[in-house]
């Protein structure tokens, strides 16, 4: 049990009431006015925010905006402490005290100006360098990492622990945890591929297997799609790069191949025409480049014409838009050519000489039953 005898006996406890009055009163004052700055120092904050250009001074009243209250309460209670007669003792713990919630104000302030230096650099690149964009998560990820960890063994130096140790520590004891969370880690590197990488980007639209949608979010775990049905969709990084993925956010522009079928009543002369028709036809539609168009196969009921073009949009929406005219187009040309479109038809044909057999046999047996 501790001697409450010897610690009677410190410095600090042999000040009287009025001392103790005093020293509360100063540090009461000290604490409402740093609680005042701050508030000030929100309010021109709430005005920097509200103008469309960034301001100067937004970020360094950003992060002074996040100062903590615990922090007030240590440094108002030192300011006040210090008015007191202090041993030597006292003095090193009211230092250390300091020192620590300082580490520690100073690890907030600093992931407050990483987050708000990030945040900025999404909404210049998501119009500019979307690749970036993506991975800004994963490097607020890592600068947190980094700034807490350093916090953290700044506070243990202070405190008196061998730091060099526990490093060597944490390393041996490091094996163990990384097989424990293999999967984690397995999907904080594969965020790291996709950072360096860049196989996708905020924005791009995706095939995984079954699963399509646009990215959304890239984070440090999972990465989320948005499905053309509207709902997210969530898949692990480690998943997603193990898979076969489709970018079509990378398309400069879309081959396509139709086909069309005409009767076999169509004279020659109208089927020499039809691929040079095509051609005219697509060649006046505006963001393509015409392949190919030609005469392909005689089908089971159909007379097949295969033709290519090229979009050049990766915009489905503007395919769609070509390939509604181009057909609407073959449609009225070819029904003022009086060409007609094949559909899955079966014809029986019987021939006349079968016909004429089958006559003589029914008038023999005629003639037999009379």
Known sequence: MPDFSELRSLPVFQNSIAAWLIASAVAAAVLAALIALRATVRRYHRKFRETERTELLEIPFEVLSRTTSLFFIVLASSVGLRTLQLGSTSLIIINSAITIALFWQAGVWAVATASAWLERKRRRSLESDRAFAGSLGIISFILNVVIW???????????????????????????????????????????LSIALDRPF??????????????????????????????????????????????????????????????????????????????????????????????????????????????????????????????????????????????????????????????????????????
């Open 149 to 191: 960890a350093f916090v953290m063994l700044l506070t243990l130096d202070n405190l008196g622990v061998n730091i060099t140790a526990l490093v060597a520590g944490l390393g041996i004891g490091g094996i163990a945890v990384a097989l424990a969370v293999q999967n984690v880690l397995g999907d904080l590197f594969a965020s």
């Open 201 to 370: 980007v905020i924005g791009d639209f995706l095939i995984v297997g079954d699963i399509l949608g646009s990215v959304e979010y890239i984070g440090v775990k999972s990465t989320r799609l948005r499905s053309l049905s509207g709902e997210q969709i969530i898949m692990s990084n480690s998943d997603l790069l193990a898979s076969r993925v489709r970018n079509y956010g990378r398309m400069s522009e879309r081959r396509v191949v139709f086909a069309i079928g005409v009767t076999y009543e169509t004279p020659m002369e109208r089927i020499e025409q039809i691929p040079a028709l095509i051609r005219s036809i697509i060649e006046e539609q505006q963001d393509t480049r015409f392949d190919r168009s030609h005469f392909q196969k005689y089908g089971p009921s159909s007379l097949d014409f295969e033709s290519v073009y090229h979009v050049l949009s990766a915009d489905y929406n503007r395919y769609m838009d070509i390939q509604q005219s181009i057909n609407l187009r073959i449609g009225r040309r070819f029904s003022e050519l009086g060409i007609e479109f094949a559909y899955p038809t079966q014809r029986l044909l019987v021939e006349a000489a079968d016909n004429a057999a089958a006559g003589a046999v029914a008038r023999d047996v005629h003639a037999g039953s009379g």
